[in-house]
């Protein structure tokens, strides 16, 4: 992804016009290998989901690429995206309502082969009870409804459906927030499984850094609609060079162990993404901004091997 711009008109309903544009995502540049984890973090309002949403074509992006496999889908119109869809999925936050409580499990499941009319109606009951193995529920789980699960249960549902096409990416929107932190380790650690069996990549947008700091290989720090740190994992924890992702680190006790931090407060709330900053978009909140960075945006520098910034006063 290079470059990724996604902007929302504000409209008046009284002036019937036009008055404004939200920049929810403002130049974004990631990527991410087959097998690998890259975790996309930030506050909440700072672009990761809209980012994610891009990136899979539920929403169309303003301006920039997106690479899948080489190929740029960026502006593919619904007959070019379609072989694409079956390769990227989404696992979403809330299991329940991600899932129709008026269908069975079995009916929810067989959806995505109906749709991309794989197989025949005959062998999809064997195909149901092998995805609901795959993820640890019992061929049985087909007739029930998803009101009938446990949080974690309904999420290998939500896991179940994403895995039916054979995917070689998925996002997980805050896949474990909704679930109770016991249940959130299981989820995860059958994530991981999955990952390494199908090669899986995935792109795991998430405010939790505990989460975080378990499952990404590497991570992407957002703030207000732009990327201002990437690093491997270790790096970003122990040695976070952007004020901001220092500022995110510091509010976690503990994020990961032997990891302490003395709390840094930022000052103010995030700006409005309708009205962002000039400049750099922390400038408001920055506490080691100069008049500088209030007039030029920093550009995102490599400071060592897979670690970049953006950053006016970091240096390699
Ligand atoms: Fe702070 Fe300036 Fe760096 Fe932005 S560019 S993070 S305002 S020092």
Redesign the pocket.
Known sequence: VSGLEVHFPIRSAFLRRRIGTVRAVDGVDIEVARGETLALVGESGCGKTTTGKAILRLIDPTRGSIRFDGEEIARHGAARLAPFRRRMQIVFQDPFASLNPRMTVGGILAAPFEIHRIGTPADRPERIAALLRTVGLRPEAARRYPHEFSGGQRQRIGIARALALEPELIIGDEPVSALDVSIQAQVINLMKRLQAERGLAYIMISHNLAVVSHVADRVAVMYLGRV?ETAPRETLFFGAR???TQALLSAVPEPVPGLRRTRQVLQGDVPSPARPPT?????LR?????A??AQEA?AQRIIAPGHAV?????AP
Do not use: D, T
């Open positions: 201002v952007h004020p901001y400049g750099c978009h922390f400038h920055c506490p080691i901004a100069q500088r960075c920093p953006a950053c006016h006063l970091v």
